[in-house]
């Protein structure tokens, strides 16, 4: 890396890097999370016949990264299940469509379309005003428990619950600001897989949050009542398994999920490791640090490796009853203060991009990994070493500000309060997803191959003067659906999951999550991001099975998300019924039947879900 102007293609001078536009001011305070949409409006009449008794008004609809934006769209907030389904039966005489609306957290158009019209006749549900009550149903003698939880609850609330009657999951995504519908929806996961020699006790798995289902809630119809009613599905039942990732094409109003007994957890982050080193093609001499080293060693890792940087910062998550003398106690989640809302030379940094310094991104990158380095350490050697546009930005205020915080690179704790980490203040960028399902021993592989494909595309945009890229790879490893976990005898996966096993292929028993993460209207983002995407899917079929990641972006033209029909109607359903057995096509089979109105639809699953 170099400091220098005239190596970054025109990217930000010194004097540019101090000034601040207020352009650059405004898209920082949205990129910071501060500004949000959300604010009601009653300015027409509401739709003729509406339930009486609960309130509807119109309201944008906005994702969590701002690429998907509405007019402003009818959108109601039941106060029980049963009013859910009496909207969902009013849409139904009325020709309108319902639509589930969770906290916005996600990127791909499952819920609305982007510059949806306010002509549209649908009325979006919003869960998370009153359907958020949990209970503990039941705690079995081997140690687990079942916790009954509506849908629109976040995610934090459900693990605070959790952990308050000393009970836990795995692993669970990283932001807490995620509705349990939501998650349920699109198979939410974490990162977990077995460390050599691990055994999972009873309510604990490695898969999704779906897989841990042991019933649920939904509207359905009813063709004698003729009309949508509220059903409930154990997990043995043969519909509950396309109900459990239904990405958006039902309405789940409530779950049951089995929990295990709370482990205690140590986090460890290391920033010394070279990409070359972590992601070393298999066969590396002996005493490389490898990717699939640390799986074995504990069963939980991540590695964020920020754009045009060496060293990625590797997370570990290991079980740990007591604190090691090392760690330090953490009683709450989102322990990385740095991440969450980024120092203002930083987000003035951010904002400078986003006014269309994009040349700057390798900067932006060297910046990033040394806040983290700084704040997890302590060690300010290289900032120090930096040239001046790096010091410039982390500035002697800003250090002492990261260094009071106290060092953060070993940690312990609960497991909710290691596993949430991600506010919604975080810095807002896009994202594509993909899981590659592989054999344990191919993990090295899968990580290697990507790496170097990722590293040399990324070098050959930047000669070209193009910089896709401006924040982060997010490599995560799981294990895949196993419902046994959920207790609940003839259960079987979750037929949409990304996790689903092969039925022809037992030796496959892992998956490799690859996320790229940029900021929004990066010029070249999407045409590299379909580069990534169709090396991905030429990958050794014998090695590896390529799945979408249901909340991220996928099916890549040129110029958009979402938008190619080769991958959207070939390359999707062609991953999810590999191996054979039931998948896709019961999956749709199911979900048609039980909204054969379509009125828990939209154009978009209709087009993807055939």
């Known amino acids: 890396m170099t400091d220098d102007p005239s190596h970054q293609g025109g990217g ?29 409006y009653a300015a027409s009449p509401p739709p003729s016949g509406f339930p009486a008794g609960l309130d509807v008004y119109q309201r944008v609809y906005e994702n969590w990264v701002g690429e998907i934006h509405t007019d402003q ?38 819920t609305v379309a982007d510059g949806t019209p306010a002509a549209t006749r649908v009325v979006l549900v919003d869960t998370t005003a009153h ?60 990162t977990a897989t077995p460390a050599v020699g691990e055994r999972p006790s009873p309510g604990h798995g490695y898969g999704s949050l779906s897989n841990l289902v042991t019933e649920l809630t ?48 140590r986090c460890q982050s290391f920033l010394d490791i070279p990409a070359t080193e972590l992601f070393a093609a298999p066969g590396a001499p002996a005493g490389t640090r490898t990717l699939a ?44 203060p740095f991440s969450d809302s980024l120092p203002e030379p930083v987000a003035r940094l951010a904002g400078d991009l986003v006014s269309g310094a994009w040349a700057s991104a390798p900067l932006f990158g060297r910046v990033q990994y040394l806040l983290a380095k700084v ?43 290691l596993l949430e980490y991600v506010r919604p203040t975080t810095l807002r960028e896009t994202a594509n997803g993909y899981a590659v399902l592989t054999r344990r021993a191919d993990l090295q592989w899968v990580v290697s191959q990507f790496a170097d494909f990722y590293r040399k595309l990324l070098a050959q945009y930047a000669a070209r003067g193009e910089y896709p890229v401006n924040g982060q790879v997010e490599i995560r490893v799981t294990g895949l659906e196993d419902p046994s976990v959920c207790g609940v005898p003839g259960a079987r996966p979750p037929l949409l999951s990304a996790l689903r096993p092969r039925p022809d292929r037992p030796d496959v028993d892992t998956a490799v999550w690859i996320d790229i ?65 039931p998948g896709w096509d019961e999956a749709v089979a199911i979900l048609d039947r039980l909204d054969p109105h379509h009125v828990l639809s939209s154009p978009f699953l209709d087009a993807l879900l055939r």
């Open 375 to 417: 704040a997890l350490t302590g060690d300010i050697t290289d900032v120090l070493l930096s040239g001046p546009l790096v010091r410039d930005v982390l500035t002697g205020e800003v250090l002492t500000h990261l260094l009071a915080g106290g060092l953060r690179s070993d940690l312990w704790g609960a497991s909710r309060n």
């Open 131 to 190: 359907l958020t009550a949990m209970s503990l149903e039941r705690r079995a003698a081997d140690g687990s428990a079942a916790v009954r939880v509506q849908a629109g609850a976040s995610l934090e609330t459900l693990l605070a619950f959790a952990g308050a009657g000393g009970y836990g999951v795995t692993s669970a995504p990283a932001p807490g600001d995620l509705s349990v519908g939501g998650a349920l929806a699109i198979g939410a996961h974490g």
């Open 218 to 265: 939904a509207v359905v119809w009813d063709d004698t009542a003729g009309r949508y009613v509220l059903r409930t599905v154990s997990r043995a039942e043969p519909d509950c398994d396309a109900l459990l990732t239904h990405v958006g094409r039902s309405f789940v109003t409530e779950a049951v999920l089995r929990v295990g007994a709370d482990h205690n957890l």
């Open 293 to 336: 080293g640390f799986v074995d060693r504990t069963g939980r890792v991540e590695a964020i490796w920020f754009a045009f940087t060496d060293n990625p910062w590797l997370k570990t998550w290991s079980v740990t009853p007591q604190r090691p003398l090392a760690a330090r106690a953490v009683a709450e989640p989102y322990n990385y």
């Open 517 to 581: 993460l940029s900021l929004p209207t990066t010029p070249t983002l999407h045409r590299f991001y379909r580069d990534i995407e169709r090396f991905l899917l030429a990958l050794d079929g014998d090695r590896a099975t390529v799945r979408v990641e249901w909340s991220k972006g996928w099916a890549y033209s040129d110029t958009a998300a979402w938008s190619d029909p080769d991958v959207l109607t070939r390359a999707i359903p062609a991953s999810q019924r590999a191996g054979g057995g």
């Open 12 to 40: 930000l001078s010194r004097r540019r890097l101090l000034a601040s536009s207020a352009a650059a001011g405004g898209g920082v305070w949205l990129l910071r999370g501060l500004v949000r949409p959300g604010s009601a």
């Open 73 to 110: 769209l009818w959108t109601c907030a039941p106060r029980s299940p049963q009013e859910v389904l009496d909207v969902v039966n009013w849409a139904h005489r009325a020709g309108w469509t319902a639509r589930a609306q969770g906290m916005r957290h996600g990127w791909a158009p499952l």
